[in-house]
């Protein structure tokens, strides 16, 4: 099921040719990617020949229509093979009832595209918060995570690696607020320009 974040419309049944043609190129591999996708594993193939037969299409469109879809979020780790592509599903992928209600969950979601497992939803929710700071500093710290290709799903090390970039966020920000203030260019409330 795709998520209604995204503003693609499922038509449910069947769907005439003429409905299909009047799709752009990109919806019609949307269509294709919800019928051949393994949502088990989060992974696809496309063979470019076959979809573009069946979409009535240039292979070239067929490229371009997958490059704009993981553009925008529906694919990612695209990998460009000999007469096809394959990657992993997006973040928008869900199945039925799946919902993610804490917001370090969603963020999770959005980086790895991956959900968050019932128990390791409950740890980010009861060691990271709601608050805007925290959940800032868990969005850079699930992307460094990615960036280094750490493996997602081990939550405990990345819930281990955000408490201590927030310990020591904490530090230098409590060693500045105890600081005493430096009023030595302070004149009065007259200030020479420039300053």
């Not at 099921?1 to 752009?24: H, K, N």
């Not at 990109?26 to 992974?43: F, I």
């Given at each position: 099921?795709?998520?209604?974040?995204?503003?693609?419309?499922?038509?449910?049944?069947?769907?005439?040719?003429?409905?299909?043609?009047?799709?752009?190129v990109?919806?019609?591999?949307?269509?294709?990617?919800?019928?051949?996708?393994?949502?088990?594993?989060?992974?696809w193939?496309?063979?470019?020949?076959?979809?573009?037969?069946?979409?009535?299409?240039?292979?070239?469109?067929?490229?371009?229509?997958?490059?704009?879809?993981?553009?925008?979020?529906w694919?990612?780790?695209?990998?460009?093979?000999?007469?096809?592509?394959?990657?992993?599903?997006?973040?928008?992928?869900?199945?039925?009832?799946?919902?993610?209600?804490?917001?370090?969950?969603?963020?999770?979601?959005?980086?790895?595209?991956?959900?968050?497992?019932?128990?390791?939803?409950?740890?980010?929710?009861?060691?990271?918060?709601?608050?805007?700071?925290?959940?800032?500093?868990?969005?850079?710290?699930c992307?460094?995570?990615?960036?280094?290709?750490?493996?997602?799903?081990?939550?405990?090390?990345?819930?281990?690696?955000?408490?201590?970039?927030?310990?020591?966020?904490?530090?230098?920000?409590?060693?500045?607020?105890?600081?005493?203030?430096?009023?030595?260019?302070?004149?009065?409330?007259?200030h020479?320009?420039?300053?």
């Open positions: 099921m795709i998520s209604p974040e995204f503003g693609i419309p499922v038509l449910p049944g069947r769907l005439d040719g003429r409905q299909v043609e009047a799709l752009d990109a919806a019609r591999l949307v269509m294709w990617l919800m019928g051949t996708a393994n949502a088990e594993r989060g992974t193939y496309v063979n470019l020949r076959e979809f573009s037969g069946w979409a009535a299409c240039s292979e070239r469109q067929a490229a371009r229509a997958l490059d704009s879809l993981e553009a925008s979020g694919v990612r780790d695209v990998k460009r093979r000999a007469h096809g592509m394959s990657g992993s599903l997006g973040a928008m992928w869900r199945r039925r009832g799946d919902v993610d209600t804490t917001m370090p969950a969603r963020v999770y979601q959005r980086v790895f595209g991956l959900r968050a497992h019932g128990d390791d939803r409950q740890r980010m929710r009861d060691e990271i918060g709601t608050a805007a700071g925290d959940l800032k500093l868990w969005a850079g710290v992307q460094e995570w990615r960036g280094a290709k750490h493996n997602p799903g081990d939550v405990e090390g990345l819930l281990e690696c955000y408490a201590r970039k927030r310990k020591a966020a904490r530090t230098v920000l409590e060693a500045n607020f105890n600081k005493e203030p430096d009023y030595s260019g302070y004149q009065g409330g007259k020479e320009p420039g300053e």
